[in-house]
């Protein structure tokens, strides 16, 4: 059965740092892009970042430009988000992805995990 599993989320205050991971089971994700997402209470799901397969090309939301980075280690068949200069609008639960494409649409994306909750607390 194929798996995304995502860790690293917690409780931060602002300004600090958080690193998420999503790791891949059950199959390889290499030769997908992999996504990141997030979902606030009471809003919809948004796109937080994403790159290719080969990690060569990334993309990110304009909130998160500048302070966070998407890195990939398709050995480890593993994805991550490193999260830095936190804000309490980050609060959200964060998912991973993976998918044929890396673009910023969420529906593009086959696979997900369960997802783990960031809190920034001011």
């Known amino acids: 059965q194929v798996q995304l599993v995502e860790s690293g989320g917690g409780l931060v205050q602002a300004g600090g740092s958080l690193r998420l991971s999503c790791a891949a089971s059950?199959?390889?994700?290499?030769?997908?892009?992999r996504g990141w997402f997030r979902q606030a209470p009471g809003k919809e799901r948004e796109f937080v970042a994403t790159?290719?397969?080969?990690?060569?090309?990334?993309y990110y939301a304009d909130s998160v430009k500048g302070r966070f980075t998407i890195s990939r280690d398709n050995a480890r068949n593993t994805g991550y988000l490193q999260m830095n200069s936190l804000e309490p609008g980050d609060t959200a639960v964060y998912y991973c992805?993976?998918?044929?494409?890396?673009?910023?649409?969420?529906?593009?994306?086959?696979?997900w995990g369960q997802g783990t909750q960031v809190t920034v607390s001011s």
């Open positions: 992805a993976a998918g044929r494409v890396a673009v910023t649409t969420s529906t593009a994306y086959s696979n």
């Open positions: 059950g199959r390889t994700f290499s030769n997908l892009a």
């Open positions: 790159i290719t397969w080969s990690g060569s090309s990334t």
